[in-house]
């Protein structure tokens, strides 16, 4: 059965960092791209970072960069979010997705094939 599996998340305070992981399972992720999405209550949907198979390339949301770091580890299958900093804005479903291409600047608008369950994060004191 393929899955992907968000973990990590939890109730941090402003300033504090958390560790997502995405693991998957049925499938490997070595040819997949993986994008992180994020979605706040009453808010789209928006792309958060892409780490591609090919070369590793990332791609960041400009809210994100300097604070978040994508990376993957291919023989675990899974790929992590490394988030520091946080903001109360950065509060929200964080969710991970698979397509097979590479990332570009428009990451977010691609047609991804399987998704996490999602994993909340909430910044608050």
């Known amino acids: 059965q393929v899955q992907l599996v968000e973990s990590g998340g939890g109730l941090v305070q402003p300033g504090g960092s958390l560790r997502l992981s995405c693991a998957a399972s049925g499938f490997t992720l070595d040819y997949y791209a993986i994008g992180w999405f994020r979605q706040a209550p009453g808010k789209e949907r928006e792309g958060v970072s892409c780490?591609?198979?090919?070369?590793?390339?990332?791609y960041y949301a400009d809210s994100v960069k300097g604070r978040f770091t994508i990376s993957r580890d291919n023989a675990k299958n899974t790929v992590y979010l490394q988030m520091n900093s946080l903001k109360p804005e950065d509060t929200a479903v964080y969710y991970c997705a698979t397509v097979l291409r590479d990332c570009s600047g428009s990451y977010y608008l691609y047609e991804y094939d399987y998704w996490g369950q999602g994993t909340q994060v909430t910044v608050s004191s």
């Open positions: 780490i591609s198979s090919s070369d590793g390339s990332t």
